[in-house]
């Protein structure tokens, strides 16, 4: 890539993207132009910079954390990461992530894999919008039996559709801290962060409604029948959603301690 494609690219580039296009890019310019391409864009990417990568964990996974000690393990987090890491498979990824599909089981898999082998995940962990599919379910199954690792419990949080995508397309996360919130208590894109103050406020592009509604349509498609397949296991607990999340998080703790 020259000099000069990719100064195009990266003005066309949002801010959320151009670290990812400026990590991606530098592994393909000449190595002397790289000085000039940092000091050139330092100041246009200065907020992509500041962007970290963190869990975006709700309220009732927090609790379950705190008091189990254990992980959450979300492949929408582990797939960002890799975006992040502004490799061409990052990028491949993030064209699917925005066009409302899923990425490949085997691709999944292998993240997911890695991420169990870590010495944080030996005591327990909690698994977030995985697996999706009957494919993944049974891959996942493999993958536990060669770790010598039991599943012990899967929860349905029944949800109806409408709340879901008023609650995605109405969500705005913070890119410098953990901090969750949404539109419905007035913020707004581009508000400075309520909690650290630091950073802005910015929507996913795949918490946009078109994105969210194709998802949707791929989740009862793909991943309802998922719930069959547990439900014969005997592991699936069916809880309903939308309630308040002390309520909700009580009635999980009554269904693992019964």
Do not use: W
């Amino acid at each position: 890539m020259s000099f000069t494609n990719f100064r195009q690219r990266f003005k066309n580039c949002k801010s959320a993207e151009k670290i990812s296009t400026l990590g991606s890019a530098l592994q393909r310019v000449p190595s002397d132009a790289q000085p000039r391409l940092y000091s050139e864009f330092r100041e246009q990417s200065k907020a992509a910079v500041r962007t970290r990568t963190f869990s975006k964990i709700s309220f009732v996974q927090k609790i379950f954390i705190k008091k189990y000690n254990i992980p959450q393990i979300s492949t929408g987090d582990l797939l960002r990461e890799e975006i992040k890491g502004g490799s061409n498979l990052g990028n491949e990824i993030q064209e699917i992530m925005s066009s409302g599909k899923f990425v490949s089981d085997e691709l999944v898999l292998s993240l997911v894999s890695k991420k169990l082998g870590q010495n944080e995940c030996k005591d327990g962990f909690i698994l977030d919008g995985y697996p999706r599919n009957i494919t993944q379910a049974e891959s996942l199954d493999r993958l536990f039996t060669s770790k010598n690792i039991e599943l012990e419990y899967v929860f349905l949080i029944d949800v109806p559709s409408e709340t879901l995508i008023a609650r995605c397309t109405g969500r705005v996360l913070c890119d410098s801290c953990d901090y969750i919130g949404n539109m419905d208590r007035g913020e707004k894109i581009n508000d400075s962060c309520p909690k650290c103050n630091d950073g802005k406020l910015y929507q996913r592009e795949d918490d946009k409604e078109e994105t969210v509604k194709k998802r949707l349509d791929v989740y009862q498609d793909q991943t309802a029948p998922i719930i069959d397949y547990y439900a014969k296991k005997n592991i699936l607990h069916k809880v309903i959603g939308g309630n308040d999340p002390s309520t909700l998080s009580n009635k999980i703790f009554q269904i693992i301690n019964s």
